[in-house]
């Protein structure tokens, strides 16, 4: 259905999000609700906690249907992440992910050395999927959430770039603007593309998709409160709980 196909697309992969110099660390451990929007209607709750401390992170979530939608379709995703804190960078060390959509189970494991990304998946390779070992510079989604989602200073929020890559696929996320609110809310722009690993249709219903950020002022650090990515099916949106 059209709900599953954009939880998988645009939380596993698409969650966007950064690998660039982070500017604030919770040190603490925390949990967090978005509600999932789809064309307007809430079908979803995307759930994660997080541990950082002494330079090392460790994050766990879960995506669910909910509502009158998971009477008729029940879908279950789940991701953990653990690295560490080196110069300012996240660094995965460990990713995994199970994905239950009531009709197909899979998962998948990212083991990552100083040289090396090592994938673990029952799927069988195609040919047109990345070399993991020519992904080092990215995160994993887990570690992308968390820090996108992060609490941060204002300084270049608005000015992020990286790579992702879930095991198969590698896409960019470039924040190409932004702007304050009258309320005093700041709304970041960006464009996420394909970069790589993509099937021949994938790329043909879209390379590159815009997003958009929001981040509320609150206890001297921006917060998000929403964020949305627009594509040829329709507008996926997440808001804070």
């Known amino acids: 259905m059209v709900f599953l196909?954009?939880?998988?697309?645009?939380?596993?992969?698409?969650?966007?999000?950064?690998?660039?110099?982070?500017?604030?660390?919770?040190?603490?451990?925390?949990?967090?609700?978005?509600?999932?929007?789809?064309?307007?209607?809430?079908?979803?709750?995307?759930?994660?906690?997080?541990?950082?401390?002494?330079?090392?992170?460790?994050?766990?979530?879960?995506?669910?249907?909910?509502?009158?939608?998971?009477?008729?379709?029940?879908?279950?995703?789940?991701?953990?992440?653990?690295?560490?804190?080196?110069?300012?960078?996240?660094?995965?060390?460990?990713?995994?992910?199970?994905?239950d959509t009531g009709r197909r189970k899979e998962e998948k494991t990212l083991l990552y050395s100083r040289s090396s990304i090592e994938l673990k998946t029952k799927k069988t390779p195609k040919p047109y999927w990345q070399d993991p070992n020519e992904q080092l510079d990215t995160l994993d989604p887990m570690s992308a959430i968390i820090f996108i989602l992060r609490d941060q200073k204002k300084a270049n929020i608005c000015a992020q770039d990286f790579a992702m890559f879930d095991g198969i696929r590698r896409v960019k996320i470039k924040f190409t603007h932004g702007e304050e609110t009258s309320d005093g809310q700041l709304n970041c722009h960006g464009i996420y593309t394909r970069m790589g690993g993509y099937s021949a249709k994938e790329l043909k219903d879209g390379r590159n998709f815009p997003f958009n950020v929001k981040y509320e002022y609150q206890n001297e650090f921006y917060r998000v409160i929403s964020f949305q990515i627009e594509t040829n099916r329709g507008r996926a949106k997440f808001v804070r709980r």
């Open 5 to 99: 196909k954009y939880l998988n697309l645009y939380i596993l992969y698409n969650l966007f999000f950064l690998f660039t110099y982070i500017n604030y660390f919770i040190l603490s451990y925390n949990t967090n609700i978005f509600d999932v929007y789809i064309l307007g209607l809430k079908l979803g709750r995307l759930n994660y906690a997080v541990e950082l401390k002494d330079n090392l992170y460790s994050a766990a979530g879960n995506l669910r249907s909910t509502g009158i939608f998971s009477v008729v379709s029940k879908y279950k995703f789940e991701a953990s992440s653990q690295g560490k804190v080196e110069n300012g960078l996240f660094k995965p060390k460990y990713y995994s992910e199970k994905s």
